[in-house]
């Protein structure tokens, strides 16, 4: 089977974006799975390459098909912006790079559709600068989501031993609850275990879905959307003949999840902090994001731009490495 080529997407070049690709793919290993194309900005990879005194050399191209065999020290760059040294100061994001991480992340997603490209993997993007050029999405699951016109999509965060679905993704605390409802976690189940299960051998996947309240509400005493909402959604999945257990109260659930071998192959958790706090405090530097549910591989560092590191380069590429690996395993697996 020949390589897959993966598009990387450069993210804020005022964060570590560009330093984490160029660290991650000096890996022999990582470039002997796949064929990476970074879509970005020459300007900021070149001064990456300086930063982490790279070996790599950057060959400039004008279609994917131009990354195909190319040396093995050669590392193919797509140019989609001409940023200034202003636009991509470290730490200060900026409207025109805002404007150029849009690009990025929309001929990526075009590339994936079309079949160019077998899967994309981003680096971190500013969400302040993406607002700032009049994009204004929460994130990039959402915009990939619009941009592939797809509807029931799922954010993940994994790593070797935890796996996060999340009902809700980036909602105000305060909206959570009216947002939990027997469709929506039912979704979000149906979905996670159809794209969890490429990653466990396509076998049916083991799926623990958390409660939203203490203690599972304690009867009704502190909440009543685990027997408005969860449980008919675990029932219908169940009756659907999905793997599915649940509610468990999420302050004693992760403490036997991350027992090795691991006891489900994916948590279904209410909200954003609910499953991604404990889910980082395990994989903060090989935890990956996957947006599952869209025609298209997507997978994705799970930190920010990390400014306070920015032109350092001292970031760690862990999650970067595992986003493009797991990106190349999925591809394989079409």
């Known amino acids: ?45 070149q001064r990456a390459a300086r930063v982490c005194d790279s070996r790599l050399q950057l060959v400039t ?25 202003l636009d991509i100061r470290y730490g200060q994001p900026s409207e025109r790079a805002g404007n150029a991480v849009y690009r990025y992340i929309r001929r990526a997603a075009e590339l994936c559709l079309t079949g160019e490209v077998a899967a994309m993997a981003t ?23 619009e941009l592939c ?17 999340l009902v809700t993704i980036h909602e105000a605390l305060a909206n959570v609850p009216r947002l939990i409802t027997t469709q929506q976690v039912l979704k ?46 675990i029932a219908q999945a169940q009756a659907e003949g999905l793997d599915v257990a649940g509610p468990f109260s999420a302050d004693t659930f992760f403490h036997f999840a991350v027992q090795e071998p691991p006891p489900y192959d994916a ?18 530097d090989d935890g990956i994001n996957i947006t599952l549910g869209l025609p298209i591989i997507r997978t994705s560092v799970d930190h920010g731009t990390a400014y306070d590191l920015a032109g350092t380069g001292k970031a760690s590429a862990s999650s970067m490495q ?6 190349a395993r999925l591809a394989g697996q079409r």
Do not use: W
Request: proline share 9%.
């Open 1 to 45: 089977m020949p390589k897959p080529l993966i598009a990387i997407t450069m993210g804020d070049p005022s964060g570590v974006g560009p330093e984490i690709i160029l660290q991650a793919l000096a890996d022999p290993t990582l470039r002997g799975c796949c064929i990476p194309l970074v879509l970005g900005d020459q300007r900021a990879m």
């Open 61 to 85: 191209v004008s279609s994917p098909a131009e990354a195909r065999g190319l040396p093995e020290d050669a590392l193919a760059l797509l140019p989609l912006s001409e940023l200034t040294d």
């Open 123 to 145: 680096a971190p993007i500013s969400k302040q600068a993406l607002h700032r050029a009049g994009h204004h999405y929460p994130g990039h699951t959402e915009l990939l989501a």
């Open 149 to 165: 016109r797809c509807d029931d999509f799922v954010m993940m965060l994994a790593g070797d031993v935890l796996r996060v679905a």
């Open 188 to 233: 979000t189940i149906r979905v996670a275990a159809s794209g969890v299960a490429p990653l466990c051998g396509n076998r049916s996947p083991r799926i623990a879905v958390l409660a939203l309240n203490p203690h599972c509400g304690e009867g009704g005493a502190f909440g009543s959307e685990e027997t408005s909402a969860i449980l008919p959604a």
């Open 267 to 284: 948590v279904v958790a209410m909200y954003h902090d609910q499953g991604l706090i404990p889910l980082k405090m395990r994989h903060f």
């Open 322 to 327: 595992a986003a493009i690996r797991t990106a």
